[in-house]
């Protein structure tokens, strides 16, 4: 009976993670403002929408906003 092949790993190289890395952290930058500090004299949207939107994940965050 033949054995199974052993799948040989190879590493990623750092070129094709760095963009995806960068990727990620612009849109969780871009989601932890939001969340954090979309509201009041910081927003860069006018009205509540933003904010309301975010509420509860703004408190299950332990962002305070009242």
Do not use: S
């Amino acid at each position: 009976m033949a054995q199974p092949a052993i799948p040989v790993t190879r590493p990623l190289p750092i070129r094709e993670i760095l963009p995806w890395a960068v990727f990620a952290l612009v849109v969780g930058l871009a989601l932890l403002y939001f969340v954090g500090t979309e509201q009041g004299a910081m927003a860069l949207i006018n009205g509540q929408g933003v904010h309301e939107f975010v509420h509860d994940g703004r408190h299950l965050l332990g962002f305070p906003c009242h």
